[in-house]
Nanobody
Framework: QVRLLESGGGLVEPGGSLRLSCAAS????????IGWFRQAPGQEREGVSC????????DYADSVKGRFTISRDNVEDTWYLQMDKLKPEDTAVYYC?????????????WGQGAQVTVSS
């Protein structure tokens, strides 16, 4: 069974750090684009960061560049989002995602979401 299981998140003060994890099971991450999205109340879901397999090329939204870092544990099929220097505007539900196109068919998997709240 294909599954993405998220962990991490929580409440942190501005300037603090959190780390999100996403563990994949039931499929191999090879050739997938893995990443993180977020959705704040009343707003559309937006891309935060992604990593293209197998070369590991990474990209970040302008709003998080220099503060967030995406990484992957190749052995455990798990990837992470390290979030530093958090701001109140980073408050959102964060979703991990794995996506691939095979012969015109999109394979797209989502985690269950993790709440991140940045507040004093």
């Amino acid at each position: 069974q294909v599954r993405l299981l998220e962990s991490g998140g929580g409440l942190v003060e501005p300037g603090g750090s959190l780390r999100l994890s996403c563990a994949a099971s039931g499929f191999s991450l090879e050739n997938y684009v893995i990443g993180w999205f977020r959705q704040a109340p009343g707003q559309e879901r937006e891309g935060v960061s992604c990593m293209k397999q197998p070369r590991g090329e990474v990209d970040y939204a302008d709003s998080v560049k220099g503060r967030f870092t995406i990484s992957r544990d190749n052995v455990e099929d798990t990837w992470y989002l390290q979030m530093d220097k958090l701001k109140p505007e980073d408050t959102a539900v964060y979703y991990c995602n794995a996506q691939q196109w095979i012969l015109g068919t999109e394979l797209n998997y989502w985690g269950q979401g993790a709440q991140v709240t940045v507040s004093s």
